[in-house]
């Protein structure tokens, strides 16, 4: 089945590091692709989508693309923020699924001052 | 518009107690659907509801029923709770479109543990 695999956690960096959190999946077809974010406390919230192949999703300076060859979806961010502490998921939507999503286990992100 | 929303925010229950999970959107979509998040696990996907009227199994249904009162209201129930189903509970809601265009919009969570 579908499934979908993330960098273990947690990841803690300095204010202005650079961010990549890995994210690799396995389907057929032409998935959609997501990035989802959690503040503490909260639901999730749509950080980011990318729907084929090349495909690069950007969001509050937060950048990922669609790479089909090597089945990748990386997020990245070329300076972090305390603000950007939080849980991120990624995620597919198959084809196949209706409208169903399947997560990645989570990264949790803390940034330091 | 208040999105999703979901009652209560925390709950206690003792193994063997009942409970229901009420889930409520106003932005007038079709689909709705219940997940679990689990430490180290992410959200996995307990029950959806396509449309008004229609529900449908996820990965891990066993131990819980639902009902798509209309299409506003989509609740989770637990017969007989387990300390397995200790966990956080999501809602969400979404309109079907373009294939992979429809986002979906997750409510602030159920905090729900069984002893």
């Known amino acids: 089945g579908d499934s979908v695999t993330q960098m273990e956690g947690p990841v803690t960096l ?27 406390g909260e639901g999730l919230q749509l950080l980011l989508k990318a729907t084929k192949a090349d495909d690069k999703g950007s969001n509050k300076g937060f ?11 990386h997020l990245e961010k070329g300076s972090v923020q305390v ?31 | 518009n208040a999105g999703v929303t979901q009652t209560p925010k925390f709950q206690v ?8 999970l009420q889930c409520a959107q106003d932005m007038n979509h079709n689909s709705m659907y219940w997940y679990r998040q689990d430490p180290g696990m992410g959200l996995r996907l307990i029950y959806y509801s396509a449309s008004e009227g229609t529900t449908d ?3 891990v249904p066993n131990g ?6 209309n299409k506003r209201e989509f609740s989770l129930r637990l017969e007989s709770a387990a ?8 809602c969400a809601s979404s309109e ?3 294939a992979g265009m429809n986002e979906q919009f997750f409510g602030p969570g159920t905090r729900l543990t069984v002893l």
């Open chain 1, 63 to 73: 950048e990922a693309t669609y790479r089909k060859e090597t089945t990748s979806f």
């Open chain 2, 83 to 90: 300390p397995s189903q200790t966990s956080v509970y999501f």
């Open chain 2, 96 to 98: 079907p479109g373009l």
């Open chain 2, 13 to 20: 229950l003792k193994t063997g107690q009942s409970m229901t």
């Open chain 1, 83 to 113: 603000s950007d502490s939080a849980v991120y998921f990624c995620a597919l939507r198959s084809v196949q699924g209706a409208q169903k999503l399947v997560f990645g286990q989570g990264t949790r992100l803390t940034i330091n001052p």
């Open chain 2, 57 to 59: 199994k996820g990965e």
């Open chain 1, 14 to 40: 300095s204010e202005e590091a650079f961010l990549t959190i890995n994210c690799t999946y396995t389907a057929t077809g032409y998935p959609s692709l997501f990035w989802y974010v959690q503040y503490p």
């Open chain 2, 64 to 69: 819980y029923n639902v009902s798509r009162l």
